[in-house]
């Protein structure tokens, strides 16, 4: 991991021991639409994650989360501002980042073990010991029974923990994760949720949890989950407020949502959120008229 140098830098300031995993710095993203015309996707965005920390990101739909993420990943270059990763700037596609997205992105032609062997193979990892790895994995997210079938023979939620076992299998660092379960039924939901938090916290071989981005929809969803909330402003997308979820751990996403405490943090959220949501609803409405 790039993580800063204790000390000082040779400018004399001193530095955290550790660097937070996720800077970003007034990152603004402009893209260029078909018609020519320059469209802000996130602007002056400033967020900082931790080592080992979970955030979940809400926002009003077309806002930005996802721009953003991709800022992280280093699949898009900010216009302005700057992204850390480990206190190093992004300058592309990372092997210590790994990704989830609401669609899967498996192989179809390629066994369960042979799609999570893959990641591993790709970074050079001899076959016996990717072939273990990827095992390994499955055993973890209950799939051992499983690893001859092909995607198209599984359930949404199994293809979903065929995923994350591809993503986990790579050890990442950073787990970039983009409405991951949205596509799945609500009980579905709720278990792959708990699986998530359970396997974050035993991820990475050293012991240390992975530091997450969870983007998604559901407010209910990213308060179970995360260490702090993030709420987006309607688009562009900037950093209204962050809350911090004091509600303890180890979680069950189920029982959670039925703490005094949990409806009170929900409140809180939402009467910030759903401002936003207000806004992107009416501006949508103007549109329409
Ligand atoms: N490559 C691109 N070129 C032009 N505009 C883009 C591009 N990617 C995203 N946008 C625009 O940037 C805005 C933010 O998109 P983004 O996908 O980041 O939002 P989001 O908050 O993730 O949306 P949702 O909640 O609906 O998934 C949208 O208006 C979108 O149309």
């Not at 790039?2 to 400018?11: D, L, Q, R, T």
């Not at 591809?166 to 050890?171: A, C, I, L, S």
Request: hydrophobic share 40%.
């Amino acid at each position: 991991m790039n993580s800063g140098n204790p000390g000082e830098n040779p400018g004399g300031t001193p530095r955290p021991a550790v660097a937070p995993a996720i800077e970003l710095r007034g990152a603004t993203k402009v893209f260029r639409t078909p018609s020519g015309a320059d469209h802000t996707a996130v602007r002056d965005l400033d967020l900082t994650v931790a080592q080992g920390e979970f955030v979940a990101v809400v926002g009003p739909t077309g806002c930005g989360k996802s721009t953003t993420l991709t800022l992280v990943s280093g699949l898009e270059e900010p216009t302005e501002g700057e992204v850390l990763v480990g206190g190093e700037p992004v300058t592309g596609i990372r092997p210590e980042v790994g990704f989830v997205f609401q669609q899967d992105a498996v192989f179809p032609w390629r066994t369960v073990l042979s799609n999570v062997m893959a990641g591993p193979r790709f970074r050079g990892v001899p076959k016996t010991e990717a072939r273990e790895r990827a095992r390994d994995w499955l055993g973890r997210v209950g799939l051992a029974a499983f690893e001859d079938r092909y995607p198209h023979q599984l359930s949404g939620g199994q293809r979903k923990r065929v995923a994350l076992a591809q993503t986990f299998v790579g050890d990442p660092e950073i787990l970039l994760m983009d409405e991951p379960f949205s596509a799945l039924d609500v009980q579905t939901r709720a278990l792959m949720s708990d699986e998530l938090l359970e396997l974050w916290g035993g991820s990475r071989p050293d012991g240390r949890a992975a530091s997450v981005v969870f983007v998604t929809h559901d407010l209910e969803e990213a308060i179970a989950l995360a260490d702090k909330v993030v709420v987006m402003t309607a688009g562009p997308a900037t950093v209204k407020e962050i809350f911090p979820i004091d509600l303890p751990r180890p979680r069950s996403v189920e029982a959670v949502r039925l703490e005094p405490r949990f409806i009170e943090i929900y409140r809180e959220i939402w009467s910030s959120l759903g401002e936003e949501v207000r806004i992107t609803r009416e501006r949508g409405a103007a549109h329409v008229a």
